[in-house]
């Protein structure tokens, strides 16, 4: 009788147990429970890409790109992480593991996924380059870029020199591309599409002008060796060819 009635008390027990521990599992492995940490890939000595991610809907995370070049002690971070948090741990990894000095960060457009960690940057006093269209969209957020520009503009970092463009609307009417002229680097950020993308985010776009203003990039730098996109893998010219085809395609798939 007694080991009957041990064993009536051992089956609640350990059925509660298994309840318990399977509700935890879930919680531990719910993706709303956390937010996605950021990724830094290194790419050469001097280059690195960083993906931070945005949080869509309740439990979709989607990756965006960015990307740091490295000259003589010398970074420049083009865009910066979806928020705050992610960019002062970019900018500490950058500072206190690379130990090289942070002179700048270049806002491709007004958009989170290029600019939503711009405070982080500025309580760093980091200088903020970006076109003038962009400098009032997000002065609207009180948020002030440092360095604007109306067409173009030249940064010296290290011994490299970055050139920021405005070509004209595509993703939005404010985005530019940087060119990195010793590397032949090109950042497009959301203008430039990587392969078998869709379109993406067209609420701002400007779908009539995308692929002449991709045209103009393509004709400005007709040596570009690497193209780093706003999301999905990098690639080389071949970037540019696609995006443009992307848009005068009629057919071509949004997503």
Known sequence: ???????????????????????????????????????????????????????????????????????????????????????????DFIQNELKVTVKGVVINHAHTDAAGGINAFAKANIPSYASDKTAAILAKYSVTITHPFETSQEIKIGNVIVENTYFGPAHTDDNITSYIKEQDILYGGCMIKSQHAGKGNVKDANLSLWPETVQKVKETYPNVRVVIPGHGNRGDASLLDYTTRLFIAKDSLDH
């Open 1 to 91: 009788m007694k080991k009957l009635y041990a064993l009536k008390l051992v089956i609640p027990c350990i059925i509660f147990l298994l309840i318990f521990s399977s509700c935890f599992e879930r919680q531990r492995f719910d993706p709303d429970s956390y937010i996605r940490p950021l990724e830094i890939v290194k790419l050469s000595e001097n280059n690195y890409q960083y993906i931070s991610y945005l949080k869509l809907g309740t439990s979709n995370f989607y990756p965006c790109n960015g990307y740091v070049y490295i000259s003589n002690g010398e970074a420049i971070v083009f865009d910066t992480p979806v928020d705050n948090t992610s960019a002062a741990q970019l900018i």
